[in-house]
């Protein structure tokens, strides 16, 4: 079965086996993610996050305290350019979106739910096998809408991209306070797409510099296309032949 619903502002597809209680667990992921939004929207002026930035709660419940304590590690990780604060306000959208589609991904699999795919507007958790392969998933292209810069085949594996394309520059090199523009796109695989989205996001803000920082990186493969066109990625991208 395959359900698409609005949640987080953003389409969210969700591919089960025709299970007779699949309608139960897509309920149970939806309802999660929807969850998830109530408390850390920056849109939603009730939300948890929102209401911090304006001095209107005076401290955070238990899983916004959990995101935080995990986003000031990703801070350290990445020599400070995942920022949660980066643009002046707290905002931990970078590292939210993965985390969340990855506790209702690993919620599936618990569930006896082993072979799923659930995509948040690009980011996603592939587990188990599409049938009798790997599941193919398309890497947008920054400058041609209508191609992939390349097709990946994964099992049990999150990928993360972020990009210039959908959303403009809308993310910032903390060091500068400006947009971050060296890199149109950033896509990161490996085993938690929380870990994968924020690693993304650091690397757009480190500019070309995130392309060595990528290829340090431990048990994540990665890809990333210049402002100027160059392709680059590491040699373990389960890359399609």
């Known amino acids: 079965m395959r359900r698409v619903e609005q949640v987080m502002g953003m389409p969210v597809s969700l591919q089960l086996p025709d299970l007779p209680e699949a309608g139960a ?58 920022d949660v604060y980066a643009t002046g306000r707290l905002d931990p959208s970078g590292y939210v979106k993965g985390w969340a589609v990855q506790v209702a991904s690993d919620r599936l699999v618990a569930a006896g739910a082993t072979d799923h795919f659930l995509n948040a507007g690009g980011d996603l958790c592939a587990r188990g096998r599409a049938e009798d392969r790997g599941w193919r998933v398309g890497i947008q292209h920054p400058f041609e809408p209508d191609r992939v810069a390349w097709v990946l085949e ?53 500019g070309e510099a995130g392309l060595t920082w990528l290829a340090r990186l431990d048990g994540y493969g990665s890809a990333a296309i210049t402002s100027d066109g160059r392709a680059y990625r590491s040699p373990d991208l389960p890359v399609v032949p």
């Open 25 to 82: 667990l897509a309920d149970q992921a939806f309802d999660w993610l929807r969850q998830v939004d109530a408390v850390f929207s920056t849109y939603r002026e009730d939300s948890e996050v929102s209401r911090l930035n304006r001095a209107a709660l005076r401290s955070p419940g238990p899983e916004l305290a959990a995101v935080l304590e995990r986003c000031a590690e990703l801070w350290r990780e990445t020599d400070g350019y995942f």
């Open 154 to 206: 994964v099992t049990d594996l999150a990928v993360a991209t972020s990009g210039r394309y959908a959303r403009g520059d809308h993310i910032i090199d903390p060091r500068t306070g400006r947009p971050a523009t060296a890199l149109a796109s950033v896509t990161v695989v490996g085993p938690d797409l929380g870990t994968a989205d924020a690693y993304a996001t650091a690397a757009m803000a480190m």
